[in-house]
């Protein structure tokens, strides 16, 4: 299963929902967080320094296959890896087969979750094309009127939405539900807890309670292999 988080603006909290879910999905089996964004490393705790990764891989030449990714990855704990993001800042394009070649690479039964961070309106960027090629993707997004607006011209349809809630917004879920055409699936309120729980690198442990609210209420349906595997072990 490949899984990507996504968002139209910056500062959503794309980062957090996809660390919550790779945290709370990997008590049950193993999980793989692609981090396109460079942050995850640091939310868990871990110092990125300069490592290589996932930018690397794909801005490499078509000799450098997939079985490198493997070389790439850092593991949290047991069952967690994280893939990192490595340096975006090469000059020539990533091309599409790259793209459709990673979304492939992992077939090993584990669950793979990109957090692709902004999706740019662009359909043959290398974010859209891998929110495009994903079997489930992500919407997270505020009742802001920026992030409404852009909204409107992303490239791919979410199959869920999280909304991140905060006060004195003039802007509601129904305006949310009304620009992306389906419901919010589960909302997360900008919470202390989580706050402290990222600045101390604490989601390889046990998550703060709101945190594991949103892994019951994103996780796989009862009719994916994923589900069999998780069910019983967030509670």
């Known amino acids: 299963m490949f ?5 139209p603006k910056g500062g959503v909290g794309v980062s957090v929902v996809a660390a919550a879910m790779a945290s709370g999905l ?3 089996r193993a999980v793989t967080l692609i981090d396109f964004c460079g942050d995850q490393l640091e939310i868990f ?6 490592t290589s990764g996932v930018w690397d891989w794909l801005h490499a030449t078509d000799d450098v296959g997939v079985e490198a990714l493997s070389n790439l990855e850092v ?3 047991p069952g967690l890896t994280i893939l990192p993001a490595g340096s975006r800042s090469k000059t020539q394009p990533v091309s599409p087969q790259r793209c459709h070649a990673l979304v492939g690479a992992f077939q090993d039964g584990r669950v793979v979750l990109g957090d692709l961070g902004v999706l740019d309106p662009d359909p043959f960027s290398p974010v859209s094309l891998l929110a495009a090629s994903s079997d489930r993707t992500t919407l997270v997004l505020r009742a802001c009127y920026l992030a409404l607006r852009r909204a409107r011209h992303l490239p791919v349809v ?3 939405v999280v909304e ?3 006060g ?3 802007l509601s879920t129904l305006d949310i539900e009304a620009v992306v055409g389906r419901a ?3 909302r997360l309120a900008v919470d202390p807890r989580v706050a402290r729980a990222i600045d101390a690198g604490l989601l390889t442990g046990r998550l703060p309670r709101p945190l594991r609210r949103l892994v019951r209420d994103l996780m796989p349906t009862p009719s994916s292999s994923t589900f069999q595997q998780v069910e019983g072990v967030l509670l």
Not at 3 to 7: A, E, H, I, N
């Open 158 to 160: 979410a199959d869920d």
């Open 75 to 77: 593991e949290l704990r």
């Open 184 to 186: 919010v699936t589960t």
């Open 3 to 7: 899984w990507t988080f996504v968002s």
């Open 26 to 28: 990997s008590k049950g």
């Open 164 to 166: 991140i809630v905060e």
């Open 45 to 50: 705790g871990l110092d990125a320094g300069a």
């Open 168 to 170: 004195g917004r003039a």
